[in-house]
Structure formats: C-alpha cells, structure tokens
C-alpha cells in the first residue's frame, strides 16, 4: 500500500520482542498498584499488534461470513489503544493532582460510545463504502466519529506525558514520558491526513506516506515509551542491588567489631545476594549501619591524641581530598583493633571533622557509595594498617 523500505516490518517485529520481554520481566508489576497501569497498556499494545494481522482479518471476514468485519475488528483494537494510552495518562495525572471523576472515566466512556457507533455506522453503511478510499453515505459519520475520537485521546494524552515528561527528575522517566509525549504527538498529523484522505482521496501519494510514517512513529515511540516506564522499577532494584554489594565487606568488616549494635541476625551472604525485594530500604539501612558502627567506635576508642595522629599520617599524600580520606580511614581501622581486641572504652570528646561526608539522600546515593567503596579501599591499604599497628597499642591502652 506504502512504499516504505523493507527495514520497516524488521524493525516492527523488534520493538515487539521487547515489548514482550518487558511484559514477562515486569510480571511482579501486576501486584503493585502503581506499576499495574503500564504493564497493562504494553498487553494490551503487544497483543493488539498480533490481532490486526492480515491473516487475522481474513480469518474474521470467513468466520463470520461478513465482508469487512476483520477491518472492523482493527478499529475495536485501535480506539481501545487509544483509550488505554489516554488512561495511562490520567493515571500518571493523578498522582499529584486531583481528577475528576467524570475525566478518569473519561477514556472508557469515549472507547465505549466510539466502538459502539463504529459497530451501528458499519451494519448500516453499503458494504462497498466500508473503509474505501472515499468517504461515503453513512461512512462520512464513521470519518467524523473515529477523527473525532481520535484527536481527543490523542491530545489528552499528550499534554499530560509533555507537562511531565518536562519534570521528571529521573532521566529514565523523563526519556519515557517524552518518548511517549512525541508518539501520542504524532498521532495528530497522521489523523488529519487519513481525514484529508477519506474526504479527498485524490491527494499526493507523499501526503499518504507522511500519514503511515507518523502512525509508525506513533507505535514504535508508545511502545518503547511504555517499556522504559515499566522496566524502570527493576533497574532502579538492580541498581541499588548492586550499590548494596558494593558495600557489603565494609558494612562485614564494621559489623564484626561492633556487634552490640546487632539488633536482628544478619541475613547470610547467600540470602543477601539473592534478596531484591525492598532494595532501597535494605541500601539504606546499609549505609545507615555502616555510619552508626563508625559512630560507634568514633565514641567508644577514639581520642583527640588518635584523630591528630592520623592527620599527620596521612600528610604524605597529595591532595587535601585524599588527606582527609586517609586519615578517616586511619583513626577508624586504628579504633576498630581496638574494639575487636576488647581495649576499654574511652568516652572521650572528639572532634566530628574526621566523620565520613554524608550523601545518604537517594539523588545523593551514587556519591555516597563511591565514598563508602573508597573508604573501604583505604582501610585495606598498606598506610593505613601500618598506622594502626604502630599506634595500637596505644600506652593509654596498656594502662587501663
């Protein structure tokens, strides 16, 4: 019908793999209320596409013995497309701002009333006006109910993906809501010109092909707009599962020597590789526990005398940066030899300079584990542990 290049079906058949892959990875999507709406518009997306099949159609036109009514199926698939794009919209909307409900109800009341005129105007057109060229008879009705229709959903939705996809913080979704702000664009153009086309099917052949191309824009851009928003949830757990193994042997290595603030047994290193549920709490309560052991040994076997000895320990090396680092990472390896030896508690009053930068916030989260992870570099280096040999014990310890 279109001269496109043969690349187009390829590509088609690509986005839907993925569309289908997404659908099966985000299956723990259907017990999440908030993550429901999109995997559902991907079904419904991924499954539409195998219905409007040629083969499909011609199978309907049998069954049924109707001319046309495979073609009348594809148009029941599409307005419910519409529809369900339209009420993903809605959705995102009204998570920070009330909708009316007569608005949510909105995208299932326009697919009902559209699909049922589409149903009457096509039993009452001549079977030889059913989806012609020209519009005809009663099918001039169907153009005007189905353009009509179209542009509403198309525009709802629109301006709702472009307001947000304008905010979003997170890079992902804010790819995604464009993604589907410049699809759901495009749908505008490609239903004016089937218009232009069912009122004057004389126009340029170029006029039709923009038309085709703006309809595939619309579905490849929808679709893997929809995929990223559905598939971001298990990047964010996978991210943040990774960033917790990252400072898995530090938040160990502290742990061991702060045991009285063990307040539930600690998960094996097994379990804890195999747990993706709750991945931002369990980072956090990681980073948290990490903090309150230095907290702890900074309390319990720091003194001034220490803190002032590991900054001069660590003024061999180059940058003020890597100064305080190393001299961090000497007073707490130093304090927690003493801590696994049993030394005293010393209660002392110290100076919170040498506490490790706090990012904990979750914008703030990759910093603070490249912190965390170069801390942990540095209590394993040869210049700190040579400091803390040398200085425990310390003569106060051999005292007490």
């Known amino acids: 019908m279109h001269d496109v290049p043969p690349w187009v079906e390829s590509m088609r058949g690509v986005v839907l793999a993925v569309v289908w892959t997404v659908i099966v990875l985000r299956l723990p999507a259907l017990w999440r209320a908030r993550q429901r709406p999109v995997w559902a518009v991907l079904l419904l997306l991924a499954g539409g596409s195998l219905f409007i099949q040629a083969q499909v159609g011609a199978w309907i036109d049998t069954t049924t013995g109707v001319a046309k009514a495979g073609e009348l199926a594809v148009t029941l698939i599409a307005l419910t497309d519409f529809a369900a794009v339209w009420w993903l919209a809605l959705t995102l909307r009204t998570v920070d701002r009330p909708t009316p409900a007569w608005l949510r109800r909105a995208p299932l009341v326009c697919a009902a009333v559209t699909a049922v005129a589409a149903c009457v105007l ?15 008879g009663v099918w001039v009705a169907y153009a005007v109910v189905w353009i009509g229709y179209g542009l509403v959903t198309a525009v709802g939705a629109a301006a709702v993906f472009w307001r947000y996809g304008l905010r979003m913080h997170s890079p992902a979704l804010r790819a995604s809501m464009l993604l589907l702000a410049v699809g759901t664009s495009a749908e505008v153009p490609y239903l004016v010109i089937r218009a232009v086309r069912w009122f004057d099917p004389e126009v340029s052949p170029a006029l039709a092909l923009a038309g085709f191309w703006c309809s595939f824009a619309r579905f490849v851009l929808v679709a893997v707009g929809c995929s990223l928003a559905a598939i971001d949830p298990l990047r964010k757990a996978s991210l943040f599962w990774y960033r917790r193994q990252r400072i898995y042997r530090l938040w160990r290595l502290l742990r061991q020597a702060t045991p009285e603030l063990l307040v539930v047994t600690p998960r094996s290193r097994l379990s804890d590789l195999l747990t993706f549920r709750n991945s931002w709490e369990l980072l956090h309560q990681r980073v948290i526990d990490i903090r309150d052991s230095i907290i702890f040994l900074r309390d ?31 007073w707490i390896e130093a304090a927690r030899r003493d801590a696994l030896a049993g030394a005293p508690r010393r209660h002392e009053e110290v100076d919170q300079g040498l506490l490790p930068e706090v990012h904990a916030r979750e914008s703030t989260m990759p910093r603070e584990i490249t912190y965390l992870v170069r801390l942990h570099r540095s209590l394993a280096s040869r210049h700190v542990s040579e400091f803390a040999t040398r200085v425990r014990p310390r003569p106060q310890d051999a005292l007490g």
């Open 300 to 330: 319990g076997w720091a003194s001034p005398e220490l803190l002032s000895e590991a900054v001069r320990h660590a003024d061999a090396s180059s940058t003020s940066e890597r100064d305080r680092l190393l001299a961090t990472a000497c």
């Open 122 to 136: 096509f039993a009452l057109a001549a079977e030889e006006h059913r989806y012609g060229e020209r519009a005809e």
